[in-house]
């Protein structure tokens, strides 16, 4: 078994709750720990709202931030010494209030 870090980003996160951002897919025959994601509101003058979910193979789709504020030029940081277990085939996704306001940033290790 190979564990490898990595970061994954994602620019001009979406604007709309019907359509999120897909941040992240943990690869076929992978299990994927989270251990960082950082939303940055890339804004000059106005705070954002950011939604992040876990999209996961079997169904149980969850909400794991809701609306959560970021200030104008500020970031948050939304594991705060937290891990979250990704299996194959679970998704990350994210949306913020304004379209093209957010980016993401994600520390993670993919074990293979």
């Known amino acids: 078994m190979a564990n490898l870090f990595k970061v994954k980003t994602k620019l001009n996160v979406s604007g709309s709750a019907g359509s999120p951002s897909t941040i992240y897919t943990c690869p076929s025959s992978t299990t994927a720990v989270l251990i960082g994601v950082t939303l940055a509101n890339t804004t ?53 209030s304004a379209a093209s306001s957010m980016d993401c940033t994600l520390s993670l290790m993919e074990i293979t």
């Open 44 to 96: 000059a003058s106005s705070s954002i709202t950011a939604t992040v979910s876990l999209t996961n193979n079997d169904g149980d789709n969850v909400t794991l931030m809701k609306n959560a504020p970021v200030p104008s030029g500020g970031s948050l940081e939304m594991m705060s010494g937290n891990k979250i277990v990704m299996e194959a085939s679970d998704i990350l996704k994210a949306y913020a």
